[in-house]
């Protein structure tokens, strides 16, 4: 079992960068594989990025590809999400999410356990 906590959102302008970071506690972080997702007021909930178990192989949503970067340190049990050159599009509250699935997924019925999110807003 796994408990997620989200940080490091906030209110920044288009252009500008912004670290979130997912600490976890409990038992073997390093067996999960950990995504982002996202949801803005009135929309479906979105992948975002995912990494492996290892941190080997990340993947992302084609909207933000070449923008942002999913990354792990399972010395400090902790993931992270580097976002560059955002938009306002990408406002929407972020989630990470935790899955034991041996496969890539981006469904997030995959995902065993999840924070309670934290708020990104990017203004024009």
């Known amino acids: 079992q796994v408990q997620l906590v989200e940080s490091g959102g906030g209110l920044v302008q288009a252009g500008d960068s912004l670290r979130l970071s997912c600490a976890a506690s409990?038992?073997?972080?390093?067996?999960?594989?950990m995504a982002w997702f996202r949801q803005a007021p009135g929309k479906e909930r979105e992948f975002v990025g995912r990494i492996s178990r290892s941190g080997a192989t990340p993947t992302y949503a084609d909207s933000v590809k070449g923008r942002f970067t999913i990354s792990r340190d399972n010395n400090k049990n902790t993931a992270y999400l580097q976002m560059n050159s955002l938009e306002p599009e990408d406002t929407a509250t972020y989630y990470c999410?935790?899955?034991?699935?041996?496969?890539?997924?981006?469904?997030?019925?995959?995902?065993?356990?999840w924070g309670q999110g934290t708020q990104v807003t990017v203004s024009a």
């Open positions: 409990g038992r073997t972080f390093s067996n999960y594989a």
């Open positions: 999410a935790a899955s034991n699935k041996a496969f890539y997924t981006r469904a997030s019925t995959d995902y065993d356990y």
